[in-house]
């Protein structure tokens, strides 16, 4: 026997609060995309600042650039702190409440963002270690948004739509990653309008003479990511304003009345209409209807629920791999479109790394997550999800064929296209379904502690993409070159498919 308010929960028409959670919901997700994606160009301008003699007396083609150690350290760092930040406020959603955590959450992403702003500045080597200590803590924060974003559109959502809310909640990553190009283009706009050139373009471009670095670039980078604590500090109030689930109200603290009282406030139900007899509640069959029994590490939970946190897991550790590879570091790739000249000017070096990003995010990013709001709840998670690993690996497959010689190379415009399609069925598949599908499989009181393993294993993933793309991809042979890297991330495609079509179950209209 369903308990009232659930099954209410289960039918509900969709509402103006429905819409409200997305975007309180979402801004977690989007300040998660804006601070991880836009580092790229951050770590180009770091180098033009601190690192401009060594890589010149190292390699005369990459002069201002971080080493490739450090840049590998400083992506891993705020990912490992994803990690770590899932598993901790997963399983605190489910013993605490989602809301009683779900602003801490949030505190942490806007410390570390601010934090990151006012790394030390006397020495190098203090820049990198407190810019590290504040984007791990800013990891932290993204990590526990995760879990308890997913798992509060879930249990808010209705099951005929649940899967296009909780794709909406996703999909402002993607807007975050476009924030972030256009916050780094405009600050880089304005500082540079306001420097004052010490030597002019035409007479570097005659000479060997290296483009000055202006004094106040030091701040350029840090107003960046200090911006990325505004949207997250808007969200805060709204959050604290939220109640508790009704699914973890009435499962996990077992309080029917509170979880009725609750909906009646954000939805469009009545009190007497979802308000459970007391005398029902009190027998002893309907407890055992609602009431969850055994503990997450007992063999009952093992029985059930293993394979298919298993399948999300590996499903999630795969695309990550994939995912994170292509956004952190697509502009390694084309770098024969972007190598910068020794006499421009560092604000025009980072910008155009911040402006192909940009192209990227709103030509196949963005549309991606449209397609799998609008389809996601027609057609199903796991046909999506197959569909989109095979697509990337296809995709992946023919760029690796397109006489890619490594990163000094032109690759083509060819190339981008098919590198834009990739990232595309990304979105428009397991990057958002893997997201989705954790948040649906599971039982209230464990529902957020599955969701964050599942997470957890992809930002695993995403470290060994990132730093090991950055690595595997330089030119034999220091690395496998382009084309070798990219064929081995179809590969992991391909297993994904396989991993889905066998091992994931569907969750397309079924009840929480």
């Known amino acids: 026997m369903a308990l009232k308010v659930l099954s209410a929960l289960d039918v509900a028409k969709t509402q103006y609060y429905h819409f409200k959670a997305i975007i309180i919901a979402g801004m977690g997700l989007f300040t998660d995309s804006y601070d991880l994606f836009c580092i790229p160009p951050i770590m180009r301008m770091i180098g033009r600042i601190y690192y401009p003699k060594v890589n010149r007396l190292v390699d005369q083609k990459n002069w201002f650039e971080v080493p490739t150690v450090i840049e590998s350290a400083m992506i891993a760092d705020a ?26 959450s949030l505190v942490m992403m806007v410390m570390g963002s601010i934090g990151c702003g006012f790394s030390f500045s006397n020495l190098t080597s203090t820049v990198l270690l407190s810019l590290g200590f504040f984007r791990f803590l800013l990891g932290i924060g993204i990590g526990g948004d995760y879990p308890l974003s997913a798992t509060i559109m879930s249990e808010f959502a209705n099951k005929r739509t649940r899967g296009a809310f909780i794709a909406g909640v996703f999909s402002m990553q993607g807007f975050g990653i476009l924030l972030s190009s256009l916050v780094t283009m405009i600050v880089y706009a304005v500082f540079k309008a306001c420097a004052d050139e010490l030597t ?124 994170y590879s292509l956004n952190l570091f697509q502009y390694h790739t084309f770098k024969a479109r972007m190598t910068p000249k020794t006499h421009m000017n560092l604000y025009d070096d980072a910008w155009q790394v911040a402006k192909f990003q940009g192209i990227v995010a709103a030509c196949a990013t963005i549309p991606g997550y449209f397609a799998t709001v609008y389809l996601i709840d027609k057609v199903g998670r796991v046909k999506i999800q197959a569909a989109g690993f095979i697509f990337m690996a296809v995709s992946l ?116």
């Open 79 to 104: 990912l490992m702190g994803t990690v770590i930040g899932q598993l901790i406020f997963g399983r605190l959603g489910d013993r605490a409440g989602r809301r009683h955590v779900y602003g801490v």
């Open 397 to 512: 497959f023919t760029a690796a064929k397109m006489n890619i010689d490594g990163w000094g190379s032109d690759p083509g415009l060819g190339f981008m296209i098919v590198n834009g399609f990739t990232l595309f069925f990304s979105n428009f598949g397991p990057n958002t379904t893997t997201f989705i599908v954790p948040a649906e499989l599971f039982p209230a009181r464990f529902r957020a502690t599955c969701h964050g393993i599942s997470g957890a294993m992809g930002k695993v993933g995403a470290i060994i993409g990132s730093v090991g793309f950055i690595w595997a991809s330089r030119d034999p042979p220091h690395g496998l070159g382009v084309s070798c890297t990219l064929t081995v991330m179809g590969g992991f495609c391909v297993l994904g498919f396989f991993m889905t079509y066998f091992f994931t179950r569907e969750t397309m209209g079924r009840s929480l």
């Open 200 to 323: 002019s373009p035409s007479e570097l471009a005659s000479s060997d003479k290296v483009a000055p670095v202006p004094p106040e670039s030091d701040l350029a980078w840090r107003v960046i990511l200090m911006i990325g604590a505004i949207p997250a500090s808007f969200t805060y109030y709204w959050r604290m304003k939220m109640p508790e689930t009704a699914r973890y109200t009435a499962l996990v603290e077992k309080n029917t009345l509170q979880a009725a009282k609750d909906m009646e406030k954000v939805l469009n139900v009545s009190l007497s209409s979802i308000r459970e007899d007391i005398e029902m509640i009190n027998t002893p069959n309907t407890r055992a209807t609602f009431l969850n029994t055994y503990s997450f590490f007992s063999r009952e939970f093992f029985r059930r629920h293993v394979r298919d946190l298993v399948a999300a897991s590996i499903n999630w550790f795969l695309v990550d791999i994939v995912f």
